[in-house]
């Protein structure tokens, strides 16, 4: 959600006309509203808050550790679209000016950007170097609301950035061996564009991704080395899967899912074919 505070109701009028159709948005011009609503506390605590257990050893030592299962149910939690992204405010307003609107705000994470007139720039960079703000954007400009759309973008992608960086860093201590192939990370990248993939979900087994299309549907991508071939055709044998199908898996194809199947499961009661998918070979990599 991006939120938008300007005691000057025309302009947030004609700014309702210009803000792209699919965006998530609110306009507020009482800036006492807008703080209300926005230092109200989010139902969920964010997901890089929630992804790390605190544990103690026998010896009373604490570790932190990354639970990339907690990154697999966030997918689960649709309140993660309630969460206020940005806020864009105005520095000039009679009971409260942009930098004490800023200092008001109570959640640490929030993107800020101010929007100021040309006798405010100073001001807007006193701001900008106390921390205040992360944007000023000067209002009333032939170019304007095409900045403001620019920003408000680039401000959204800095606010999951700053979500993500912890993480990265965890994972980056003993990451997925694939996670550090750039031939892996083109294929998936592919993936992504064609299917116009909106979410990403880390998945840890079998190794790969869970991702959202921007009509909500789902799409799984399992990324599979030697090993998980190996242990994928050994777990087949031992529940008895045609020789077929078996032989299918080390030619390029993967078998979803077979965690399923009955534990009586006899030959030919199982629909195996269905859970066999052709797997694409990612030149140069594991």
């Known amino acids: 959600m991006v939120i938008f505070v300007d005691d000057d109701e025309s302009f947030l009028k004609s700014l309702d006309l210009e803000l792209p159709t699919h965006w998530a948005y609110r ?3 009482e800036p006492e509203r807008a703080l209300e609503f926005l230092n109200h506390p989010p139902p969920l605590a964010p997901l890089v808050d929630r992804s790390f257990v605190h544990s103690r050893d026998r010896t009373s030592n604490r570790s932190m550790t990354l639970d990339i299962t907690i990154i697999e149910q966030e997918i689960n939690h649709l309140v993660r679209f309630a969460r206020n992204s940005v806020v864009m405010v105005d520095y000039s307003m009679p009971l409260m000016n942009g930098p004490e609107f800023c200092s008001e705000l109570t959640d640490p994470y929030i ?3 101010m929007l100021t007139g040309v006798a405010d720039e ?9 921390k205040l703000i992360n944007r000023f954007i000067p209002k009333n400009t032939s170019h304007s609301i095409s900045d403001i759309l620019a920003f408000s973008e680039e401000l959204q992608h800095d606010y999951f950035t ?8 965890t994972l980056a201590l003993d990451p997925p061996l694939f996670l550090l192939d750039r ?6 990248r592919r993936v992504m564009q064609k299917h ?11 190794t790969g991704f869970l991702m959202l299309r921007a009509d ?3 799409i799984r991508i399992l990324v599979f080395g030697p090993k998980d071939i190996h242990r994928s055709v050994a777990d087949a044998e031992k529940l008895g899967v045609a020789d077929d199908i078996l032989l299918a898996v080390p030619q390029g194809c993967v078998l979803m899912s077979y965690t399923d199947a009955p534990e009586d499961y006899s030959a030919g009661d199982y629909p195996w074919a269905d859970n066999l998918v ?4 990612v030149k140069d990599a594991e």
């Open 162 to 169: 700053q979500h993500t960086a912890t993480l990265i860093n």
């Open 278 to 281: 052709a797997a694409e070979s």
């Open 27 to 29: 306009l507020f011009a």
């Open 111 to 113: 993107q800020k950007a």
């Open 216 to 218: 909500g549907s789902a």
């Open 183 to 188: 031939d892996v990370a083109r294929a998936i």
């Open 196 to 206: 116009n993939i909106v979410e990403d979900y880390l998945i840890d087994d079998p």
């Open 122 to 130: 100073k001001i807007a960079v006193q701001a900008f170097n106390a």
